[in-house]
């Protein structure tokens, strides 16, 4: 039996309305109420004094490019990411190549998985290749180990086809998460449509592309039932229409990037494409409505959308460059600033839209510290400063717009079924 007696640390576990100095104790990978005179004896001791103990950060949106561009990111180097940031449970895309739309590259994914140092859950495809024109088989997916079905990166474009996605995946228990982007609307965009795009010549992407297929969403989990959770929400109008549908009743969810919370398409005036993601950075109207659903229930949850490219394919021209950026290691320190510090959220309720409802939305075993659960820790100091640098970070890549940026709030230790897998900068 091995233990574990985490004392003195400000306890949040928002699952079980726990915010107090306190202890966590942990028996053989699960979290107990309490050690006997002797296992106290033999636990091992950590003195989290002026640390936040909370449970493991869950994010249920990550691109981990394994198999077909492990030049980019691999199931271990992004799981390294992840604990280094904090989070113990993490749901892969499909957009691997091959494509997650068969039952031997799910094999092939939980096999990489069984060596990654937190909890790696594969999705599969709505459709074949992500290609939107037939369905991938849901059911054998299922079977093999996918926990939500999507074609992250693309939409179904097609209605009769989602109609019929969301039926199947209703069917097999599996939500659908959607990228919800019209592409007859934003061909060769490459950022937000607007009077920035005008002025700096480039391909704009309407905020009502994503409005068209997150109302388009809303109408079918109303019309069959189905949950459909709406991947990284970037618009104030999208956020608006989720606002109507949870006061309607309607089965769907939605997550906010740190990115979108923290920046606008201002920051493209550099042509740093570091900046450049999919859907684009919005106004500061738009980057206020996504705090403010996110603070009144609208929207559920914070995802990375940790999307990993090698720098040769970054370096490009603002237009050729691919979408995304990394985000698993400043995720925290980027929703402490923003949420905590600049909108006066609630500590214990950031944790909680970073842990237990993440993991609610695909019903995860994940996100609390209540006794009997796997004992997935997260012990950050939301107070120290340090420099974030790419060069000397866990992810294979470097495209994030906060590399050589001071941050607030660090990552000490990262405990997955109570084993420590990261501890002052190092993997263990
Ligand atoms: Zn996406
Ligand atoms: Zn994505």
């Known amino acids: ?42 636990a091992q001791v950590i003195d989290a004094k002026g640390l936040v103990v909370c449970p493991g950060l869950v994010d249920i949106h990550v691109h981990f490019r394994e198999p077909g561009q492990t030049h980019k990111e691999t199931i271990l180097t992004g799981s390294q990411a992840a604990a280094a940031g904090g989070f113990t449970t993490v749901v892969c895309m499909p957009n691997t190549s091959p494509p997650v739309d068969n039952t031997g590259t799910v094999e092939l994914i939980k096999n990489a998985a069984r060596l990654a140092p937190v909890h790696v859950y594969p999705t599969g495809c709505i459709t074949v290749g992500m290609k939107g024109q037939s369905l991938a088989p849901h059911g054998s997916l299922q079977k093999a180990g996918v926990v939500a079905l999507t074609d992250d990166g693309l939409c179904v474009q097609s209605n009769e086809l989602m109609h019929r996605a969301v039926e199947y995946a209703k069917m097999f228990g599996l939500t659908i998460l959607d990228h919800c982007q019209d592409e007859s609307m934003t061909a060769k965009a490459v950022m937000n449509e607007g009077v920035v795009s005008t002025r700096l010549g480039l391909t704009g992407w309407p905020h009502a592309a994503e ?85 009144d229930g609208t929207l559920d949850c914070i995802g990375t959308d940790h999307a990993p490219h090698a ?118």
């Not at 640390?9 to 107090?20: F, T």
């Open 1 to 42: 039996m091995s233990f574990f007696w985490i004392k003195n640390g400000r306890v949040i576990d928002p699952a079980s309305k726990r915010d107090a100095t306190g202890d966590v104790f942990i028996a053989d990978g699960r979290f107990v109420k309490s050690l006997s005179a002797t296992q106290r004896k033999s």
């Open 211 to 295: 409005d068209i297929i997150v109302a388009r969403n809303i109408i079918l989990s109303r019309y069959t039932g189905a949950h459909i959770h709406m991947q990284h929400i970037s618009s104030a109008h999208s956020v608006e229409l989720m606002r109507r549908a949870k006061r309607d009743g309607v089965n769907v969810t939605a997550e906010a990037t740190p990115h979108h919370i923290a920046l606008t398409e201002e920051s493209l005036g550099t042509y740093d494409t570091n900046f450049k993601m999919n859907p684009p950075l919005r106004t500061e109207a738009d980057r206020k409505a996504i705090v403010a659903g996110l603070k």
């Open 311 to 428: 720098p040769e394919e970054k370096d490009k021209e603002f237009d050729y460059a691919p979408n995304g950026i990394i985000g698993l290691e400043t995720a925290l320190p980027v929703c402490l600033d923003v949420l905590v510090r600049q909108s006066k959220f609630k500590l214990g309720f950031v944790i909680d839209l970073m842990t237990r409802k993440t993991a609610d939305i695909l019903k995860l075993p994940a996100g609390t510290l209540s006794p009997g659960a796997a004992a997935d820790v997260c012990l950050f100091d939301p107070e120290e400063k340090w420099l974030y640098d790419t060069y000397g970070a866990f992810s294979r890549s470097i495209n994030s717009p906060w590399n050589k940026q001071q941050m607030k709030g660090r990552v000490k230790t990262t405990i997955v079924d109570g084993r420590i897998v990261y501890a002052n900068g190092k993997m263990v």
